[in-house]
């Protein structure tokens, strides 16, 4: 596939910019660049969903007719998005067949063959579930198998992945990019779009980056390392674990929030910490290890089968997500789509939501203003540089790390006393992270205490004052200073603990 001189502006701002681009058969080709970049303006010329201002898209020769999804892929070209486009109540085998061509000379579907083709696309690949299974009971790293099998039985040449290993662990991600490497030995040219720099140093036979619209930088594997390609994305280098702000905070006091012996099913299991003002405080350990489940336990979207809080030093038993809210306590939550922004609503209304008290014409009476509202909004869009149109802008419009700034905004302005972040920086780049962190960072300043959950070791080793690793439901072990580093965590993350006890930290 080649791409030539592709330009594309939106309301007068230029999204891409005389891209030249090969994407050749039999090659993982990575495209890497801060959200806003171009990534996504770039692919969706290439889905037909976005028509160019100018340049064209040749496919074997061929020039792609541009607008038309469907022209892309009758030319071969397949797009696995990060939020999956399954149905979630339908079987993996009715999901690979959904939009399925007509073939049939009464212009009919196959099903017959159709289905036939979808099973042999999947033991290529090699699923082993029932095709017959719900994608409701499927893993993630299972539901990314059936979308790429659905593309295999379509016979496409190029399959663009965005953001492929986002929610998977490390065991999941290692079988899909053995998935990825055969198909691209037999032919098949891959797209793959990833904040995850070392698996693109590693996986891509090329890599190419986008920065303001623009390409800087476009290198075979083994050209770039990582410092190269951090600075090619952003334009600077970024901070290490060593450059990490070192906070003294004060714990001889009366912790914001104390938890004893908490746990519910047999995912957290008697967990018990303290956390204080001003501390971030990071819960590490490998994915199914309880850390999710104990920040909605915290956040009043379960309740605990045992075990109390105490926030302030006063009891504190929140019913549900509003009454956690209301006594100072919030969580920025993993699915921020789904759980976290109202995505038909405004980026000014999903930064005000949880701070209309400070928008009301007179204290005590039910009327908002809404000059307030936009100068709060366009205050918050400028403080974290969120990169959008305005303030009235519809926020599912916005990238992924844009979206996570503006829920993060949210909460700068509320008084809230806890902020629970869990994977405050997943799918966003490495730009987008620095910028995240420091209002983190700003907002324990402030006086209010944070609890993040990341299954980015580096992360941890550069924003926490202190680690809990879980592992099981438990806690393994505790960080603080100077022991806070990735084989530590990681080392913690297997560990062992007494099944008949929870650790105190």
């Known amino acids: 596939m080649q791409i030539r001189g592709l330009t594309k502006s939106f309301a007068g701002e230029v999204a891409l910019w005389e891209a030249d681009l090969d994407v050749e058969r039999?090659?993982?080709?990575?495209?890497?660049?801060?959200?806003?970049a171009g990534k996504s303006t770039l692919i969706r010329c290439l889905a037909g969903v976005t028509v160019a201002d100018r340049g064209e898209i040749r496919i074997d020769g061929e020039e792609l007719r541009q607008g038309s999804p469907q022209a892309s892929e009758h030319a071969g070209l397949a797009f696995i998005h990060q939020e999956l486009n399954v149905i979630p109540h339908f079987s993996a085998l009715q999901n690979m067949l959904l939009g399925a061509p007509k073939v049939t000379r009464f212009g009919l579907i196959d099903w017959k063959r159709s289905s036939v083709q979808a099973r042999a696309a999947a033991e290529r690949i090699g699923i082993h579930f029932p095709l017959e299974t719900r994608v409701s009971e499927l893993t993630v790293a299972e539901r990314w198998l059936v979308m790429i099998a659905k593309a295999i039985s379509r016979n496409a040449s190029m399959i663009a992945m965005d953001?492929?290993?986002a929610s998977l662990s490390g065991q999941e991600s290692e079988?899909?990019?053995?998935?990825?490497?055969?198909?691209?030995?037999n032919g098949v040219a891959i797209l793959y779009v990833s904040h995850r720099l070392e698996e693109v140093l590693d996986l891509c036979d090329r890599i190419t980056v986008l920065r303001d619209g623009r390409i800087v930088d476009e290198a075979m594997r083994g050209h770039l390392d990582k410092k190269g390609l951090v600075r090619a994305i952003i334009g600077h280098d970024i901070r290490s674990p060593e450059d990490r702000e070192h906070i003294t905070v004060d714990r001889t006091g009366t912790p914001i929030l104390s938890v004893r012996d908490v746990a519910w099913k047999q995912a957290v299991k008697g967990v018990s910490f303290d956390v204080y003002d001003g501390e971030v405080l990071a819960l590490g350990g490998l994915i199914g290890a309880g850390r999710t489940e104990l920040a909605h336990l915290i956040a009043g979207v379960r309740r605990p089968d045992s075990g109390r809080f105490e926030l302030d030093g006063a009891p504190y038993s929140p019913s549900d997500e509003a009454g956690a809210i209301g006594a100072g306590v919030a969580l920025v939550p993993e699915e921020r789509r789904a759980q976290g922004l109202m995505l038909q609503r405004s980026v000014g209304y999903n930064i005000n939501i949880a701070s209309l008290d400070n928008l009301r014409y007179v204290a005590g009476l039910p009327f908002l203003s809404a000059a307030k509202g936009r100068r709060q909004a366009e205050r918050m869009v400028k403080r974290l540089s969120i990169k959008t149109p305005g303030t009235a802008t519809r926020i599912a419009s916005l990238s992924g790390g844009n979206q996570q700034k503006a829920l993060i905004a949210r909460w700068l302005n509320s008084g809230i006393r806890l902020l629970i972040l869990d994977e405050p920086s997943r799918g966003v780049d490495v730009g987008a992270r620095e910028e995240i962190?420091?209002?983190?960072?700003?907002?324990?300043?402030?006086?209010?205490g944070i609890v993040v959950i990341s299954s980015d070791v580096e992360e941890l080793a550069i924003l926490a004052d202190r680690v809990l690793v879980m592992r099981e439901g438990r806690i393994t072990g505790e960080l603080t200073g100077s022991d806070i580093t990735e084989p530590n965590i990681i080392e913690l993350s297997y560990h062992d603990v007494d099944s008949g006890k929870g650790e105190t930290a």
Request: net charge negative.
């Open 175 to 185: 079988q899909l990019f053995s998935v990825i490497r055969d198909l691209a030995a």
């Open 26 to 36: 039999s090659h993982v080709h990575g495209l890497v660049g801060a959200n806003g």
């Open 163 to 165: 953001e492929p290993t």
């Open 437 to 448: 962190h420091d209002a983190i960072r700003e907002l324990a300043r402030s006086g209010v």
